[in-house]
């Protein structure tokens, strides 16, 4: 069965099937299943693509910066990519779900973010999968909704990504 020498797997719960919302990672590895083949477009504050986690997953080619922001150290989508794909059996930190699908960074949300950034970041390329860990203005006194362009993308997406399959 698959594991990790990774010091911080056995504090990933979220890989595991001890609990009701474990994924049970090392399962779907075993079954083959590690993200071989597939790019990852992580759309947030952009990547410390030099992590060594991320390094060798790391798609220069489809990551982009949307918006021009370049003063604000990317964290929290380092984290997510890290979720995603961090390499596994390499004795550091811990395993992505996918340790051996590529990553692309989209930087959006380290600068102002409209309509048209949001869209423009999920029709670069035609990667597999985005993974989105923000949304629209949520301000306890409206709730506000993807636009026109990003709900027109939402629908070329899933209909034309990843050669007429859609993208997750």
Known sequence: RSSSNDPLFASQWHLHKQTDVGVNAPAAWDAGYTGRGITIGVVDDGLQHEHPDLKLQYAAGDSWNCNGASS?????????????????????????????????????????????????????????????????????????????????????????????????
Not at 143 to 165: E, I, S, V, Y
């Open 72 to 168: 604000v150290l990317p964290t929290h989508g380092t984290e997510c990519a890290g979720v995603c794909c961090a390499r596994r059996n390499n004795h550091i930190c811990g395993s992505g779900v996918c340790p051996d699908c590529k990553v692309a960074g989209l930087r959006t949300i380290a600068g102002p973010v409209t309509d048209l950034t949001e869209s423009s970041a999920l029709s670069h390329h035609s990667l597999d999968i985005y993974s989105c860990s923000w949304g629209p203005m949520d301000d306890g006194y409206r709730l506000d909704g993807p636009g026109h362009l990003l709900k027109t993308t939402f629908a070329q997406q899933t209909q034309r990504g990843r050669n007429g399959k859609g993208s997750i």
